[in-house]
């Protein structure tokens, strides 16, 4: 089946700098990612995702890019800011079947320091 | 649009208590639904997911199971909580549409905590 890795675990950085958070995943069919940020006692939110025809997709100061031959995608935030510091999370999702389901890496602790 | 409730938001309950989730979507038909859980500072681990009334697929043994009475309410229950049954419960759902890509939302979460 599949499994996603995520990495760092953690990621400190100062206001205004940019943030690169990386998964690996192990089944080339798979043709979803999605991210997810999750503040500190909420559920987790959607904020971006790719589909596997796409390389890369923005939405203002985030970005998510796509390499499908070396099976990683990466999410790029600009220009940090302190309401940045979060958990995130990258997921993928297998195609093929109706499920739905999706495989979550362990997450990232962004620290946005100001 | 389409809205996701689960309740209660808190709850506290002894070790060998019963248990009992409830989540509700709206705005959708024939959503695919999801149980989560999250251990506290750690990642989403997968419980049960559902296709349909009365399917459920369990993803990893345990002494919680999960029930789908209804096309939009999803329910995790249990008959004696662990202390490791502890944690942050999220409910999730999406819908499967041909060609599509299921983006899958969160409902607000119940935080247990078994004593």
């Known amino acids: 089946g599949e499994n996603v890795e995520q990495h760092p675990s953690t990621l400190s950085v100062q206001e205004g700098d940019s943030a690169v958070i990386k998964c690996t995943y192990s089944d080339s069919a798979s043709n979803y990612f999605p991210w997810y940020k999750q503040e500190l006692g909420k559920r987790p939110q959607l904020i971006i995702d790719i589909r596997s025809n796409v390389g890369e997709k923005k939405d203002q100061r985030i970005a998510v890019t796509l390499n499908k031959t070396a099976k990683h995608f990466s999410l790029h935030i600009t220009e940090t800011q302190p309401e940045d510091s979060a958990v995130y999370f990258c997921?993928?999702?297998?195609?093929?079947?109706?499920?739905?389901?999706?495989?979550f890496g362990q997450g990232t602790t962004l620290q946005v320091k100001p | 649009s389409q809205t996701i409730h689960q309740w209660p938001a808190t709850l506290v309950q002894p070790v060998g208590s019963p248990l009992s989730l409830e989540c509700t979507v709206e705005?959708?038909?024939?959503?695919?639904l999801y149980w989560y859980r999250q251990a506290a500072g750690r990642g989403l681990q997968l419980l049960f997911y559902?296709?349909?009334?009365?399917?459920i697929s369990s993803e990893v043994p345990q002494n919680l199971s999960a029930s789908r009475p209804q096309d939009r309410q999803f329910i995790l229950s249990s008959k004696k909580l662990l202390l490791s049954d502890s944690g942050f419960y999220l409910c999730?759902?999406?819908?499967?549409?041909?060609?599509?890509?299921?983006?899958?939302?969160f409902g607000p979460g119940t935080r247990l905590t078994v004593l």
């Open positions: 705005g959708t038909s024939n959503p695919n």
């Open positions: 559902s296709v349909g009334i009365g399917q």
């Open positions: 997921a993928a999702r297998g195609p093929g079947s109706n499920t739905g389901k999706l495989i």
């Open positions: 999730a759902w999406s819908v499967w549409q041909t060609l599509s890509y299921n983006e899958q939302f």
